[in-house]
């Protein structure tokens, strides 16, 4: 069975760094992108980039580049999202996300269940 | 970045039809943007129901379809269940690597 397993739930304060990770299961990692999506309290869903786990291509949406990186080990089949110095306003859940980028698959089919952010003084 | 434009709510009664529409900023939606169509109940991760315009997945109920209507894409529901009662997205490809969401349609079945 496909599946992504994100890591817990964190709390953190303004300032702090941040690394929260997407781990793959049941296909192999390196034929497929995986991206990330965010979705702030009580808002819709916000693409923020994708990442292609054989050579570690990245893209990012205009509204989060330069704001999070985006990276992958596909030693582990794992993908990360990280902050350096987060904000009140990255409180979000954070989805991954299998994206495949051809044929009749075109888009992003399978989830992982979601890391609640809470940025918080 | 293109915007993305979808009902913000819709009302169907239980055994209906009901077509939900995403529109684009920049023109027509056609098969080149890949539509994506995407559930959310509360509480819950989107579940992805169709994929490139009209597409289904093993896990997509027969009653959901998606389709490309009067230079939108359209998702219909046809014989709508109590149990589809959520929040719909649709996502758009504007280059090969850039999504962006709608933001939402708020189906009630009532």
């Known amino acids: 069975e496909v599946q992504l397993v994100q890591s817990g739930a964190e709390v953190k304060k303004p300032g702090e760094s941040l690394k929260i990770s997407c781990k793959a299961f049941?296909?192999?990692?390196?034929?497929?992108?995986i991206g990330w999506v965010r979705q702030m309290p009580g808002k819709g869903l916000e693409w923020m980039g994708i990442i292609y786990p054989i050579d570690s291509d990245t893209r990012y949406s205009p509204s989060f580049e330069g704001q999070v990186t985006i990276s992958a080990d596909k030693s582990i089949t794992t993908a990360y999202l990280q902050w350096s110095s987060l904000r009140a306003s990255d409180t979000a859940t954070y989805y991954c996300?299998?994206?495949?980028?051809?044929?009749?698959?075109?888009?992003?089919?399978?989830w992982g269940q979601g890391t609640t952010v809470t940025v918080s003084s | 970045q293109a915007v993305v434009t979808q009902e913000p709510s819709l009302t169907v009664s239980p055994g209906g039809t009901v077509t939900l529409t995403c529109a684009s900023s920049t023109g027509p939606v056609t098969r080149g943007n890949y539509p994506n169509w995407f559930q959310q109940k509360p509480g819950q991760a989107p579940r992805a129901l169709i994929s490139?315009?009209?597409n289904t997945h093993s896990w997509t109920p027969a009653r959901f379809s998606g389709s490309l209507l009067g230079g939108k894409a359209a998702l219909t529901l046809s014989g709508v269940q109590p149990e589809d009662e959520a929040v719909y997205y649709c996502?758009?490809?504007?280059?090969?690597?850039?999504?962006?969401f709608g933001g939402g349609t708020k189906l009630t079945v009532l």
């Open positions: 490139s315009t009209s």
């Open positions: 996502l758009l490809y504007f280059a090969p690597t850039q999504g962006v």
């Open positions: 049941g296909y192999d990692f390196t034929t497929s992108w």
């Open positions: 996300a299998r994206q495949i980028l051809y044929g009749a698959l075109y888009g992003m089919d399978v």
